[in-house]
């Protein structure tokens, strides 16, 4: 049986569900070697300390490219790791497996999911899971903010592919990503998982009106970052 807090999330993804998503969107893949070399120039308008500072202080006025160079550049950030190691996470599940949470529980969600954040800023999961948390405590002003910010990673994703083949595979900085993703495309993800040659994450999904059987997700730069921690010239945050 699954807790209320399953469905309550269910249920904010779906209030933010991508309206206005077109297969028909202009699609451009990362080139990440340009992307490093804007975010890291001082003189650049995407200079990634000031454009992060930005998103931090939740400014609603970041353009589609920022958020681009927002995603995608925080592979090069020193705190960016592919894998989640938090000690918030054991707290959150133990919460959230509750079949409903008290006011002050709600208040601890938020705590935890925003410590949990520091270190996956743009993780559509855990920026979810704050919306709800807000929607919960009635705080529609934050509700608004990040009900922003997870369309517009979200979008940021989508314009890198359509995730149709691996070649216009859609990019992802983290595996959990890729399921926010197809919930938020309005799809259910059926329990095939595949790793192609391309190192590339192909997942199917249950029958939808659209007839998309899967959705290919372009994972190299999440085995770079494993490369990266093996030979030492990346740390595990």
């Known amino acids: ?18 309206t206005g998503y077109s297969q028909e969107r202009e699609l451009l893949k990362p080139d ?24 931090q202080t939740n400014d ?12 995608f550049g925080y592979f090069f950030q020193d705190k960016y790791s592919a894998i989640p190691r938090n000690v918030q996470e054991d707290s959150l599940k133990i919460l959230l497996a509750k079949d409903e949470l008290e006011p002050a529980e709600w208040q601890s969600v938020i705590r935890m ?3 949990a954040l520091v270190t996956r800023p ?29 369309r517009k990673i979200a979008f940021a994703i989508l ?17 959990s990503d890729e399921y926010a993703l197809i919930n938020m495309l309005g799809y259910e ?10 190192e590339c994450d192909y997942l199917t999904l249950k029958d939808n009106t659209d007839n998309v059987k899967g959705l290919y997700f372009d994972v190299k730069q999440i085995f770079n970052s494993y490369k990266r921690i093996l030979d030492g010239s990346m740390s595990i945050k």
Not at 1 to 18: C, D, E
Not at 41 to 54: E, G, M, T, V
Not at 189 to 198: E, N, P, V, W
Request: hydrophobic share 35%; glycine share 6%.
């Open 1 to 18: 049986m699954k807790s209320v807090i399953f469905y309550l999330l269910l249920i904010g993804a779906i209030i933010y569900s991508l």
């Open 32 to 55: 990440y070697i340009s992307i490093q070399q804007i975010i890291n120039d001082p003189n650049s308008a995407f200079y990634y300390p000031q454009l992060f500072k930005r998103y």
């Open 60 to 71: 609603t006025t970041l353009s589609p490219r920022e958020y681009r160079m927002l995603y």
């Open 113 to 115: 999911d925003k410590k």
């Open 122 to 150: 743009f993780d559509l999961k855990k920026l979810n899971l704050l919306y709800v948390g807000y929607k919960m405590s009635g705080d529609s002003t934050n509700v608004r903010l990040y009900s922003d910010k997870i």
């Open 159 to 175: 314009s890198s592919g359509d995730g149709q083949s691996e070649e216009t595979a859609l990019h992802v900085l983290q595996v």
């Open 189 to 198: 993800y059926s329990g095939h998982q595949q790793l192609t040659g391309a």
